[in-house]
């Protein structure tokens, strides 16, 4: 157990559709990362907050946004969904915005677009 | 854009032999950090190892160990006396130039055979 937590698990929804996904680092990591794994294929960074503020940007769609509240959880927003936005979704912490720290990762959530 | 690379899409080895995975990346830094991940079938991401460019001396996690040449930007994976536990995707990741973000190879399968 990395000490990260995603909610939900699994989601399955429509295409158009919005959902939204949880992320709580672990404990007294102030930095949060999301990435996307497509079926047999490798990650793929979005984004990552550092105590609150935006710090990076990758291939994140306009489609999607997130943000990093206060007490340190994250959520990623994905609106207008397509069916290939069908993918595991990752959530990551680490202690500080400069890596040379481990990236912990949440057990992901599933989205499946039907 | 940064890359990472792993050449080997899928590898197999016999139980208890030794297997070395390949991994090539290109940076700008002069320090930056280089890691190992595994994804077992569960899908959780699972810390290897870890390697800071600026030591010289490659990394070793009991039966995992690198082969880190740092002119060469070659960064392998040996993994000795394998187990049936260490089938599972490995990837590749070195830090991006902005330092605030992980670059991913593409990963490579891993299949032991007993």
């Known amino acids: 157990d990395s000490g990260v937590t995603q909610t939900p698990k699994h989601l399955i929804t429509a295409t158009g559709q919005r959902v939204t996904l949880r992320c709580s680092p672990r404990?007294?990591?102030?930095?949060v990362y999301w990435y996307q794994q497509s079926l047999d294929q490798g990650l793929q960074f979005l984004i990552q907050?550092?105590?609150?503020?935006?710090?990076a940007k990758g291939n994140i769609l306009e489609r999607f946004s997130a943000q990093q509240f206060p007490d340190l959880h994250s959520e990623l927003n994905l609106s207008s969904l397509e069916l290939g936005d069908s993918a595991l979704y990752f959530c990551a912490s680490s202690p500080r915005g400069r890596l040379g720290n481990e990236q912990f990762f949440g057990p992901g959530t599933r989205l499946t677009v039907l | 854009a940064q890359t990472v690379t792993q050449s080997q899409p899928e590898m197999s080895v016999q139980e208890a032999e030794t297997v070395t995975l390949s991994c090539t990346y290109d940076t700008s830094e002069s320090d930056y950090y280089l890691f190992w991940y595994k994804q077992p079938p569960s899908r959780q991401m699972i810390l290897v190892i870890r390697?800071?460019?600026?030591k010289q001396q490659n990394a070793t996690e009991n039966r995992f160990s690198v082969n880190f040449q740092k002119a060469a930007k070659s960064f392998s994976l040996k993994i000795s006396d394998s187990q049936l536990g260490d089938a599972a995707m490995y990837f590749c990741a070195s830090e991006g130039d902005s330092n605030y973000q992980l670059i991913w190879g593409a990963g490579t399968k891993l299949i032991i055979k007993p």
């Open positions: 907050y550092y105590n609150g503020e935006e710090r």
């Open positions: 404990s007294g990591d102030l930095s």
């Open positions: 390697q800071e460019a600026y």
